[in-house]
């Protein structure tokens, strides 16, 4: 979530529209929403909030489950500790006075945490849920002209305020790139890519992803491929494709031309990452899940560059 979207909502937005702003979610009544909504969940969510996504997919029909996990990679990349220079953080980088109106708990704890992913993913569904509502009312109006969901999501990077303000998604650049970078990858994900084709193995990726990410914070030690004694680079990449039926070698170099090599826009979740020396897993949205090197423990991280790499291998 940028500031400049909090700015927004501070200075621009009228009494009537910050009222709706801060209202319950749009869209209906719980039940016809529940009808309506698309919980369906992309199959690069991390494993441990896909129950979340669903949810939070399911608040309104304007703001499916795609959307939440495409917003949520773009701000974070699933890291429920990110913090932005601008004061964001969390999964789904609020700002703190946002969160002040519309954190809510979402793990039922007593406590409304922007640093606990299940709390940020419950309140941004509500929130973008209630940007929605608030641009339906504006479209009605005859204030402002486009999708609803576009719309929402341009109020939620620049604020409501400027939406109103010139009509429309306003003329900012930033803006105008998150809108449409947040639609593609949301088109993309419900046919089951994480920025390119699905190839039709979207339940492999997630078996790949979700025994990957079950060993987050495992020792990387060189050789290693068990969790008695932790991982280096292939043998994480080779246990977790064991998992889905495939059996890879105990070698990042082959396992790097065991398959077929594709672009970034076309890999899809699980498949490997590759540099030169070293394998990792892609995760969608431009992060792997990787052991890395010695003193670095099994992690999720977003994709660098490094010597020979990155380059993407499809495993058929």
């Not at 621009?12 to 369906?40: N, Q, R």
Request: glycine share 14%.
């Amino acid at each position: 979530m940028k500031a400049k979207g909090v700015i927004g909502v501070l200075l621009v937005v009228p009494a009537l529209t910050m009222s709706l702003m801060f209202a319950s979610g749009g869209g209906g009544k719980d039940g016809e929403d529940e009808k309506k909504a698309d919980g369906t969940v992309p199959v690069n969510v991390p494993a441990e909030y896909q129950a979340d996504v669903s949810r939070a997919g399911k608040i309104c029909p304007e703001i499916s489950a795609a959307v939440i996990a495409v917003q949520i990679g773009k701000e974070s990349s699933w890291q429920p500790q990110a913090k932005s220079q601008a004061g964001a953080v969390g999964l789904a980088q609020f700002m703190p006075d946002t969160w002040k109106t519309e954190g809510k708990d979402g793990d039922g704890d007593g406590k409304a945490d922007p640093m606990n992913g299940h709390d940020a993913i419950y309140s941004q569904g509500h929130f973008m849920c209630s940007l929605a509502a608030q641009m339906k009312k504006l479209i009605d109006a005859g204030k402002v002209k486009g999708e609803v969901l576009n719309l929402a999501l341009a109020a939620y990077n620049a604020g409501p305020g400027a939406v109103e303000e010139y009509g429309g998604i306003p003329p900012f650049t930033d803006t105008q790139n998150y809108v449409q970078q947040i639609t593609q990858k949301v088109a993309q994900a419900k046919t089951g890519g994480s920025g390119g084709s699905s190839g039709g193995d979207g339940s492999r990726g997630s078996k790949i992803l979700a025994t990957a990410r079950s060993k987050l914070g495992k020792p990387y030690v060189w050789g290693a491929a068990d969790d008695a004694v932790g991982y280096d680079c292939s043998g994480l990449v080779q246990v977790a494709y064991a998992a889905a039926g495939i059996e890879l070698a105990h070698s990042s170099a082959t396992q790097c031309t065991a398959g077929s090599r594709v672009s970034q826009d076309q890999a899809q979740p699980g498949d490997l990452v590759c540099w030169d020396g070293h394998v990792a897993l892609y995760a969608g949205n431009n992060t792997i899940v990787e052991a890395a090197t010695e003193g670095i423990p099994v992690r999720e991280t977003t994709v660098y560059q490094m010597v020979g790499g990155p380059y993407y291998v499809h495993i058929n």
